[in-house]
């Protein structure tokens, strides 16, 4: 028997205005309104709102169907602000009780890198979050970009969660196949799901490629590369974006009518069936430990963290923007935290990488700059904005601690008045 684990990351950033050097101290409207509104209704218009119709269709007409979401803090967000009808569409299908809602960070953050209580505090937001939009309580835990590591699930199996999300590398896996469940070297309880990439990439990235051997991509084709894993693995794990479907595949190439057919053709093996990430914890056992002790991501060839980190802009820009933590939370502003935490989106400085590589045009398509260094310069010059609004809040401070201090000492040094009670003896000479 095989199971298909069907999940989907569904985020988009708060995306910066060309923040010049000239708007420093002048206004703090760091956030590109105009442009996130667009993109919502244009994503929403090729996407969300096709696939969720399709979807509750399935969900409806194929009772053993299941898939599973995790969206980002940012996003839900945004269907507030910009698209409340797809949220409704979203929380049609949660409320269908095929489909999971999984957790991460509200801000779609590389926090666990840089602040272990930070990134704590974005969990728990998120969780809030999801349950007051969906109430739904999340019993799984996908971190940004699929970051991971031993430490992460260690810290993850601390937080309550059963199970924990990560791409199947090689490297990490050697002859080991991602159709298993894995138990974290560091973890006694929490179970691993490791994302089949091939199959996945299959769908999301090679779908629309003419040049590719297997183009076109039939539901019966792919049906049959499903069924072949009966007998050599447990668990099939599609992992990928929500916006394969309408937006990064488009419409004409046939994705709509792949996604409708795709569950049928798959249920028709009678050893097949599809689960959720928490029905797939509870049902297999893991077959092994797992030692994942270096970072890896699912982004590009190296499945590393050089999408965000791989030169000097990248890891100046993060290192600041955790470097003043402490003092944003002092200030105790909701606004300038709400800033601050919307300038930890991994998107920001994923639009900083110099890298050269064809998987990760798909990521590139809702990029507002036109080089990596315009990035760069538009999120030192909101930073240095944002360390003037610190400072100012500082000055302030400073200034009524002043105030009463010197209020004090005018208590202080007022004159004494004489002591008129009946008791005191007054002598006349």
């Known amino acids: 028997m095989v199971s298909l684990c069907f999940y989907f990351q569904v985020h988009q950033p708060y995306r910066l205005n060309q923040y010049s050097v000239f708007d420093i101290g002048r206004h703090s409207n760091y956030f590109f309104d105009q442009k996130n509104k667009e993109i919502m209704h244009k994503v929403a218009g090729k996407c969300y709102l096709p696939t969720n119709k399709l979807l509750l269709k399935l969900l409806r007409d194929n009772p053993e169907f299941k898939i599973s979401y995790s969206f980002s803090g940012t996003v839900l967000d945004q269907f507030e602000e910009y698209a409340p009808d797809v949220l409704r569409s979203f929380q049609d299908l949660v409320d269908t009780g095929q489909v999971e809602v999984l957790d991460e960070t509200y801000y779609h953050s590389l926090s666990f890198l840089y602040s272990k209580q930070e990134f704590k505090d974005q969990v728990n937001l998120h969780r809030r979050k999801v349950k007051s939009l969906f109430s739904y309580v999340p019993k ?27 791409e199947g590398a090689d490297h990490v896996l050697g002859w080991r196949s991602p159709n298993f469940l894995y138990r974290p070297a560091t973890c006694s309880n929490i179970k691993l799901m490791l ?50 479907f309408g937006e990064h595949q488009w419409e004409d190439t046939g994705i709509f009518n792949f996604l409708e057919h795709m569950p049928s053709e798959v249920l028709k093996h009678p050893d097949n069936d599809f689960v959720t990430p928490s029905e797939a914890a509870a049902r297999y056992e893991a077959v092994s ?11 590009d060839i190296e499945r590393d963290l050089s999408a965000w980190l791989g030169n000097n802009m990248q890891k100046s820009s993060l290192g600041k923007i955790y470097e003043i933590e402490e003092q944003v939370k002092k200030t105790g502003d909701s606004t300038l935290m709400e800033d601050w935490r919307k300038l930890q989106t991994s998107d920001h400085f994923y639009y900083m990488c110099t890298k050269w590589f064809a998987d990760g045009d798909v990521h590139k398509y809702f990029n507002p700059y036109d080089s990596p260094y315009d990035s760069f310069i538009a999120f030192m010059n909101v930073l240095s904005d944002m360390r003037q609004r610190i400072g100012n809040h500082e000055d302030a401070m400073k200034g009524l601690l002043k105030r009463e201090e010197e209020t004090k000492g005018e208590k202080g040094s007022a004159p004494q008045q004489p002591d008129l009670s009946p008791s005191r003896e007054i002598t006349v000479s």
């Open 289 to 299: 430990d797992l030692d994942i002790h270096n970072l890896i991501s699912w982004a």
């Open 195 to 244: 994302k089949n990439y091939k199959l996945s990439d299959d769908i999301a990235f090679r779908f629309s490629n003419k040049g590719w051997e297997e183009h076109p991509l039939t539901a019966p084709k792919y049906a049959q590369w499903i069924n072949a894993v009966n007998g050599n693995g447990n668990i099939i794990n599609l992992f990928m974006d929500y916006e394969t």
């Open 140 to 166: 799984i835990f996908r971190n940004t970009e699929l970051i991971y590591n031993n430490e992460l699930a260690k810290t993850i199996e601390d937080m309550g969660y059963n199970g924990i999300l990560a």
